[in-house]
């Protein structure tokens, strides 16, 4: 007989038999259920199956149930159901008789929302663990599985690997969260470690459309009734729209409708619940500072996050702050509500070497943020401006309608040089001195324009030893309000005074002007009249009067009205002039998008 007969005849034999052993072979569903019952009975769980089973033999013993459910024990809650579970069954315990797990594929199934429903296995397994047990499944596969009705988690595909030649465990997944897509990867994890106690090494991240999030570190056991270990390392979160990025994970922040792009990176802590940051870099647009700090997320039954950090930068720009600040000015109404601020607390302390409102230069800043539930305070504990002191504090408080917000404001500066401070918002230096004020206003209303018509409190403005540029006063008395020809191109008449100061009284957005005024050594002046903070405009009359003995009686009466940007001065009763350049509000300071000015 030729050799090749045989050779042929085995591997015949052999396709027929790999044929068989592919195919998959219908096997009575109880007896099916029991046997792989008996595989999940190590692990705390409950196996119920309905409909066809099916054994496949090659490559490895498979079997094959479905429709399935699978809960914490017995009588314990369900965990996954709905889906068609495949079981890896170990050779050499089959041979043996023994059910035991080499691996489990679970498609289609609806997974439970109730993450301590998962604990009690979570738990079994890390008691197998610390008994030294060494039969695990090598691998675990879900596919198109869903969190409850899928409303916010579908298209679940997890695939988690831990060969059992290494110590070590990775895991890749991917799902559809409140419909954005979401990729989540875990490697180097040591799980029989965390379980007897010991630390384990871990490498994390998380990507989604608009951010993303990653760590590495170390793992620790869970605190006891707990089932997420204890970690430590380094962390680096970034997203394009932080208030999106929460919205999306159903989370919210104190502050955070305020924010846009934002990052934080630094070493960090996990304990029950909270989270602490010894050395961290945020990132607020395209501000970073450096600092520590710690997050809180509170109770499982009634969740408030609680932000706490201390944070130094060497430059910080305010204008986006000042500028949402100044829409309370505009002539739309802005809603006042707090609600969407406090959502959180927040206690953060700022430090600055530099901070910059536009043009305006502000060094050696130290200010907080304060929020609580349905209120807020931001102060300025201290700022130098233009060689002098900048303090102020904004207190905010919901009233008894959730839509009404009580405001309180006050501060007050301290030998600023004005002439400077006017060269940077472009104005024109046309005034010069020392500038001290102090203010205290309060209000409480719906929307902005409610707030402006019921302002009530009170300013004061003073400038000691200065001098108004481009204009002499006493010249202009003597020639009945007539400014000579070209006298404010050349800008060479000065007027020097010992005191100007101007008092606003407010009630209900209208300020009157009291001890408003100016002495000089040859001219003075007084001012009467109001601002309307509703109307926009300045209705006031004042007169000019010439201080020297020997011509007591040459005065000048004048009015300026008109709207805080198109102010005009009229000389009673000689007709109307334009009021210089120097003495007009300024249309824009500076301030980098939509807002209009400092000054409304």
Do not use: C
Not at 506 to 529: K, N, T
């Amino acid at each position: 007989m030729s050799p090749r007969r045989p050779i042929f005849a085995l591997a015949l034999a052999g396709l027929i038999l790999a044929g068989l052993g592919l195919q998959d072979w219908p096997v009575d569903g109880r007896r099916a259920m029991r046997f792989a019952g008996h595989a999940l009975d190590d692990y705390g769980l409950a196996l119920t199956a309905q409909g066809p089973s099916s054994l496949t033999l090659l490559p490895l013993p498979r079997l094959s149930l479905g429709p399935v459910r699978v809960a914490a024990g017995p009588s314990g809650p369900t965990l996954a159901e709905g889906g068609r579970l495949t079981i890896d069954l170990d050779p050499l315990g089959l041979l043996a008789g023994r059910a035991e797990l080499g691996g489990l594929r679970l498609d289609g199934a609806r997974l439970s929302p109730d993450a301590a429903a998962w604990r009690a296995t979570l738990a079994q397994f890390g008691r197998r663990m610390r008994a030294g047990a060494t039969q695990r499944p090598r691998w675990l596969t879900v596919t198109g599985a869903r969190i409850a009705e899928g409303d916010e988690a579908r298209d679940i595909d997890i695939d988690l690997n831990w060969p059992f030649w290494s110590a070590s465990a990775e895991a890749h997944a991917s799902l559809t969260w409140r419909g954005v897509p979401a990729r989540i990867a875990l490697t180097h994890l040591r799980p029989a470690d965390i379980a007897q106690g010991q630390l384990s090494p871990f490498t994390a991240s998380v990507t989604w459309p608009d951010g993303s999030l990653a760590a590495d570190g170390t793992a620790s056991p869970p605190p006891e009734g707990r089932a997420v270990p204890a970690l430590a390392g380094h962390a680096r979160f970034e997203s394009r729209s932080l208030p999106k990025t929460l919205a999306w994970l159903g989370r919210a922040a104190p502050l955070a409708a305020l924010a846009g792009a934002f990052f934080v990176d630094g070493r960090f802590e996990t304990a029950d619940r909270s989270l602490s940051w010894p050395s961290l870099r945020v990132g607020l647009g395209d501000d970073v500072l450096e600092g520590a700090g710690a997050v809180a997320l509170g109770p499982e039954t009634a969740p408030r996050l609680s932000v706490q950090a201390t944070l130094a930068a060497e430059t910080l720009n305010l204008a986006p702050l000042i500028g949402d600040l100044i829409k309370l000015f505009d002539s739309e109404a802005t809603p006042l509500a707090l609600a969407p601020l406090t959502k959180g607390d927040l206690d953060l302390r700022l430090s600055a070497a530099e901070s910059r409102v536009g043009p305006v230069q502000v060094q050696d800043l130290a200010a907080s943020i304060l929020v609580r539930d349905a209120a807020m305070e931001v102060a300025v504990n201290r700022a130098r401006l233009q060689d002098g002191t900048l303090k102020g504090r904004l207190t905010l408080a919901s009233g008894a309608d959730p839509a009404e917000t009580e405001m309180r404001m006050q501060g007050s500066l301290d030998r600023v040089d004005f002439g400077t401070l006017l060269g940077e918002i472009g104005s024109g230096r046309w005034i010069s001195g020392p500038l001290q004020g102090q203010f205290t206003l309060e209000g409480s209303a719906r929307d902005s324009a409610g707030l402006l018509a019921h302002l009530g409190g009170r300013a004061t403005l003073t400038v000691d030893g200065g001098a108004i540029s481009g204009l002499d006063l006493a010249e202009l008395v003597h020639r009945n309000g007539v400014v000579p020809a070209g006298a404010l191109a050349r800008r060479n008449g000065r007027t020097a005074f010992e005191r100007a100061a101007i008092t606003l009284r407010f009630s209900d957005g209208i300020g009157e002007f009291a001890e408003s005024g100016l002495r000089g050594p040859s001219v003075g002046a007084s001012l009467q009249g109001q601002v309307s903070l509703p109307g926009r405009r300045i209705e006031a009359r004042g007169d000019l009067a010439l201080r020297a003995t020997a011509d007591p009686s040459r005065t000048l009466l004048f009015e300026v009205s008109g709207p805080w940007d198109a102010l005009t001065a009229q000389v009673v009763p000689q007709g109307e002039a334009m009021l210089p350049d120097p003495f007009k509000f300024p249309a824009a300071l500076g301030l980098s998008g939509s807002a209009r000015a400092y000054a409304p």
